[in-house]
């Protein structure tokens, strides 16, 4: 016997955070090296989104917004229900190197900042859609 979800749709939006050192912003969440991203609240428009999620989650203060990168869908099940998840990223810069601290009620141990040799040798330990981001961010 097969069982039925009930899929549910849901936005979200996050960042290839950059700072002025070449470095990128990455996250360390139930066990899985990841990026800073969220979901879309109620009348919020979707740069807002963007920007609030990478801030809260890594505690940044100051973040300059640039070109949308890419758009990833991916699905999940959560409590009996399939989540579909289209979430759209962003580049971003900040100025120097700032101090960051990771939204530990949402499960992230670290916020770091990564060189690209250090990240690329996370991508084994990414999701898919995130290797998607990283590629797409490079070009």
Wanted: proline share 2%.
């Amino acid at each position: 016997m097969s069982q039925k979800y009930n899929t549910q749709e849901l936005t979200a939006a996050g960042g290839w955070v950059e700072n002025e050192f070449g470095e990128v912003l990455w996250i360390f969440r139930l066990g899985m090296w990841d990026l800073p991203k969220g979901k879309l609240e109620d009348n919020e428009d979707i740069h807002n989104c963007a920007i609030r999620e990478v801030k809260e989650e890594c505690g940044l203060l100051e973040i300059i917004l640039h070109d949308k990168i890419i758009e990833t869908i991916h699905s999940y099940e959560f409590k009996g229900k399939m989540i579909e998840k289209t979430t759209h990223w962003y580049k971003m810069k900040v100025k120097g190197r700032p101090k960051l601290n990771p939204q530990k009620e949402e499960d992230i141990e670290y916020a770091v900042w990564l060189s690209e040799k250090q990240w690329v040798g996370k991508l084994k330990s990414t999701y898919s859609s995130i290797k998607q981001v990283a590629s797409f961010a490079l070009k």
